[in-house]
């Protein structure tokens, strides 16, 4: 009687709560009984199949189990639906969170901003999924557009409830962010060195699928010199992911990662230490990509057994290009002449492979060229070589940290950077030199020469360069700071 009584009240109550009010703390104590349930069910037929086992004991837990409140299929039938409520729940946000636009690349950022990244000093910063600090949940992408980020979005689910018709992609997923774009050979390379770094850290794993964002919006190519040097690096085709199949009516269908890795820092967080690794596996894996040697500088003799210096004036056409080039060869030429096992090389940027510029660089010591992407090719030189820049009149003043970045590079990869020319002359401004509006007149400008302060640098860093040579041919010494198999195989 009275276990029948409590049952109908019971019976009650959960009418009340489908019908009337919705308790989340009645419904956690119903799914808690469920879980019991279940488990004493298990124990049954676990004992059912053994008859040993004492009778007496089993027909108490049935009787338990008949008088409790709910039969199996109540049970059943209630986790079901907590697991359509958890699958429906699943909410997806704008990839681009514009409350954080004046702030867009500081913090959390704006893409993904309720995520947090995973960070051990020293160490690339990275979210990934699933993990322990996504509490055991996939990420989950939906959209294609390519012109605001703000449409398409991105949500967390536990695999066993993923959103409705999600399509789950097996396999590692890279998901990157760009604040600047995939084509320009700096920009890209900066939004590449943390899945580097992510790489050699964890086993030289290597993506299935590559998903690029740029301020949320899909990117669905990198340039071509970016696609090869991470196909060298990851020894196989990139499969980019475009999204343009999957629709449903008007509405996207989300795609879940079975394993995705999310990075929006650049190399950001990470130390020298770490940079140098992973600039010593592009390196590397770029010159067995090209089939250049691994041996490095040290091979290179001449025929009276003096290490070969090479010089490599790797010019610019356009915006950034020497006014004259044939008077700056003229004066590097003479400067190399001096010294004995210099060679003088000189290259366009503009014409050449993703292969002929990692082999030029493997065969320099001393590069020269003027401010611009083309100087991002220094790292494929051996450690320890030198670079020297060029910038047109005005830059210093008004370039902002940018005109930089080729210092940066420099000293994470390994290289001296020898110092900047800056021309004094150049273009008029009708504004006085430093005024903001100049630079639209200085960013295009030609780069001229001073005849005795390009010799005199010269000659400093060739005598430099020449000592260092000579030291190593004693030691004998690799340079390239790499073994002839790369660190990750
Ligand atoms: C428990 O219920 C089942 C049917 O639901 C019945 O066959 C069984 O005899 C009941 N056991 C006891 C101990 O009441
Ligand atoms: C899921 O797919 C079914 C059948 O194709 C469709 O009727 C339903 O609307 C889809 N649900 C969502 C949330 O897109
Ligand atoms: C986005 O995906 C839809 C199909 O879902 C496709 O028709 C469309 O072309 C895609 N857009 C882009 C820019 O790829
Ligand atoms: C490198 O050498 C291999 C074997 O000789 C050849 O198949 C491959 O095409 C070469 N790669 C390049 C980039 O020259
Ligand atoms: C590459 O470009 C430079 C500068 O425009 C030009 O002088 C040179 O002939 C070109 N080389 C090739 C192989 O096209
Ligand atoms: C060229 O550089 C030297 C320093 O090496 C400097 O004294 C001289 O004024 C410069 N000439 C011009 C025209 O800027
Ligand atoms: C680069 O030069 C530094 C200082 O001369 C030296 O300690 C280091 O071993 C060199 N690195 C390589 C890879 O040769
Ligand atoms: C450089 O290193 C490679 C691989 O370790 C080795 O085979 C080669 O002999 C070394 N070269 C010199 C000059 O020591």
């Not at 308790?23 to 879980?35: D, G, T």
């Not at 964002?213 to 196989?236: D, F």
């Amino acid at each position: 009687m009275a276990v029948s009584a409590s049952r109908k009240s019971s019976k009650n109550a959960r009418k009340n709560l489908t019908l009337s009010h919705y308790s989340p703390k009645l419904s956690i104590y119903l799914l808690a009984i469920c879980v019991i349930l279940l488990v004493i069910f298990e124990i049954k037929s676990l004992h059912a199949q053994r008859p040993s086992l004492p009778w007496n004991f089993m027909h108490q837990w049935q009787t338990a189990i008949n008088s409790s409140m709910m039969t199996s299929q109540e049970c059943t039938q209630e986790l079901k639906t907590m697991a359509l409520k958890l699958q429906s729940s699943v909410t997806f946000l704008p990839l681009k969170d514009l409350r954080y636009s004046s702030t867009a690349q500081q913090g959390h950022t704006w893409f993904m901003s309720s995520m947090h990244d995973t960070h051990k000093e020293g160490e690339v910063q990275y979210q990934k999924f699933p993990s322990k600090a996504s509490k055991g949940r996939l990420l989950c992408l939906k959209g294609n557009d390519t012109h605001d980020g703000s449409w398409n979005s991105y949500a967390l689910a536990w695999p066993q409830t993923l959103p409705e018709n999600a399509t789950l992609l097996k396999g590692l997923t890279f998901v990157s962010y760009n604040h600047y774009n995939y084509d320009n050979i700096w920009h890209g390379l900066s939004a590449m060195v943390p899945f580097v770094a992510w790489h050699i850290k964890n086993q030289c794993a290597v993506p299935t699928r590559w998903i690029l964002y740029h301020w949320g919006e899909l990117r669905t190519k990198m340039g071509p010199w970016l696609t090869t040097l991470m196909e060298a690096t990851y020894g196989e085709a990139l499969i980019i992911e475009k999204f343009d199949g999957i629709k449903e009516g008007n509405d996207q269908i989300p795609a879940c990662f079975e394993e995705a890795v999310v990075m929006r820092h650049n190399e950001g967080g990470m130390s020298r230490e770490k940079r140098i690794e992973v600039y010593d596996l592009l390196r590397c894996k770029a010159r067995a990509y090209c089939n250049v040697s691994l041996e490095g500088r040290v091979a290179e003799v001449n025929e009276k057994g003096v290490p070969v210096i090479g010089m490599t004036m790797f010019m610019r056409i356009g915006t950034r290009s020497f006014k004259n080039d044939r008077i700056v060869i003229g004066i590097f030429n003479k400067a190399c002449r001096k010294v004995e096992g210099c060679r003088l090389l000189v290259a366009y940027s503009n014409n050449l492979t993703f292969c002929e510029q990692v082999k030029l660089m493997s065969s320099t010591d001393i590069l020269i060229s003027p401010h611009g992407a083309q100087l991002t090719n220094m790292f494929f030189m051996d450690r320890n070589s030198s670079v020297m820049e060029f910038f047109p009149k005005g830059w210093l003043k008004l370039a902002g940290v940018g005109q930089y970045v080729y210092h940066w590079i420099a000293s994470w990869s390994g290289m001296v950077h020898q110092g900047a020319w800056r021309d004094p002359d150049g273009d008029q401004c009708q504004y006085p030199d430093d005024d903001r509006r100049c630079m639209a007149i200085f960013k295009g400008g030609k780069i001229g020469y001073n005849e005795s302060f390009f010799s005199k640098w010269a000659g400093n860093v060739l005598n430099e360069v020449k000592i260092r040579k000579a030291e190593e041919m004693v030691s004998k010494k690799n340079t390239t700071g790499i073994s002839s198999a790369c660190g990750c195989i």
